[in-house]
């Protein structure tokens, strides 16, 4: 199984709401990642975890938490959020450690914030 | 610090035609290279990587793409484009260095095929 799926495939919510975005891999990956997506843009990392530790956070604000509850799973909890972080949110994953090894990608979460 | 220019963010081929994307890197140490494809409302999919060894590399759908050291390029190729191919592709440079396996892409070619 090569898969990462991710959970809701789209999301509608206002600023004063609180959602959160699931993703999933059994593929005994240890690192696994966030990245936000503008249209006609490349992939923004946000955050890194490495055997379930954040390793990473590239400066997001505090408005997305992420949660690495398993091996196999991670969260990003958003709360808050404004209408510029409307964006595909994608989440990967990879053997920890080197960059020998790709990143396998999940379908994306297409997120709305009205 | 590593850096990826991919020259032409779109680009539009006849079916049947070679497809030629290509990408340009920066790195101050023997570079990790990789291209991803992207079809509208998906995720990123492997096409390819080089790390090591042979400067050929092979992917999937008919791909391959060569690491040119002194050109510092990785460029795309495919001898023959199919309306399928039409999608979002990017390229992405890491290293032996880089712990935390943090990628640099590239703007993206959007790729177009004519029927």
């Known amino acids: 199984d090569t898969e990462v799926t991710q959970t809701p495939k789209h999301l509608v919510m206002g600023m004063t709401n609180k959602k959160s975005l699931k993703c999933e891999q059994h593929?005994?990956?240890?690192?696994m990642y966030w990245y936000k997506q503008k249209a006609k843009k490349p992939p923004e990392l946000m955050f890194v975890?490495?055997?379930?530790?954040?390793?990473i956070n590239e400066s997001v604000p505090s408005r997305f938490s992420p949660e690495c509850p398993n091996s196999s799973l991670l969260n990003l909890h958003l709360h808050a959020l404004q209408p510029e972080d409307s964006a595909l949110y994608l989440c990967?994953?990879?053997?920890?450690?080197?960059?020998?090894?790709?990143?396998?990608f999940g379908p994306g979460t297409r997120l709305t914030v009205t | 610090a590593q850096s990826v220019t991919q020259l032409g963010s779109h680009v539009s081929v006849s079916e049947g035609a070679l497809v030629l994307l290509r990408c340009n890197y920066s790195?101050?140490?023997?570079?990790?290279l990789f291209w991803y494809v992207q079809y509208p409302n998906q995720g990123l999919q492997l096409l390819l990587k080089?790390?090591?060894?042979?400067?050929l590399v092979k992917g999937i759908n008919g791909f391959e793409a060569e690491f040119k050291k002194s050109e510092t390029s990785f460029h795309l190729t495919k001898p023959s484009a199919h309306m399928s191919d039409a999608a979002e592709y990017f390229c992405?440079?890491?290293?032996?260095?880089?712990?935390?396996?943090?990628?640099?892409f590239g703007g993206g070619t959007r790729l177009m095929v004519k029927p």
């Open positions: 990967a994953s990879s053997h920890p450690g080197t960059s020998l090894y790709e990143q396998y």
């Open positions: 593929m005994g990956h240890r690192a």
């Open positions: 975890y490495s055997y379930e530790k954040l390793s």
């Open positions: 790195s101050s140490v023997p570079p990790y």
């Open positions: 080089y790390t090591t060894g042979a400067t």
């Open positions: 992405a440079v890491s290293d032996e260095n880089n712990a935390g396996n943090m990628l640099t």
